[in-house]
């Protein structure tokens, strides 16, 4: 399974990136990152059972995870970032119907993409 992440970028504070993770099918698939001294952090999920959207309360309300049907992916749209958000944005598949908030629980990974944000 290649999940190579696409998407990121070096941008301004409030601007916007598009980041999309290859995967289809009865998956999960969360978004972390891992920002520089600090370990990866749960961002964004979608189970596929319950199709719940889950997310973290630091980004809750700026950030979108969807799944579209044509092209294969589960995007993740990050809107008014802030250079809290820097880090290297990876996804992950569980194969399982709903999300979960642990690295463990995931068992396949790709390799991340980096969002940089400065002010």
């Known amino acids: 399974v290649q999940l190579q992440a696409s998407g990121g970028g070096s941008v301004l504070v409030g601007d916007s990136l598009r980041l999309s993770c290859p995967a289809s099918?009865?998956?999960?698939v969360g978004w972390f990152r891992q920002a520089s001294g600090k370990e990866r952090e749960f961002v964004a999920g979608?189970?596929?059972?319950?199709?719940?959207?889950h997310y973290s309360e630091s980004v809750r309300g700026r950030f979108t995870i969807s799944r579209d049907s044509v092209k294969n992916t589960i995007d993740l749209q990050m809107n008014n970032l802030k250079p809290e958000d820097t880090g290297v944005y990876s996804c992950?598949?569980?194969?399982?119907?709903?999300?979960?908030?642990?690295?463990?629980?995931?068992?396949?990974w790709g390799q991340g993409t980096l969002v940089t944000v400065s002010s």
């Open positions: 992950a598949i569980r194969y399982g119907g709903t999300i979960s908030r642990r690295n463990d629980q995931y068992q396949a």
């Open positions: 099918g009865r998956i999960s």
């Open positions: 979608i189970g596929w059972r319950d199709g719940n959207l």
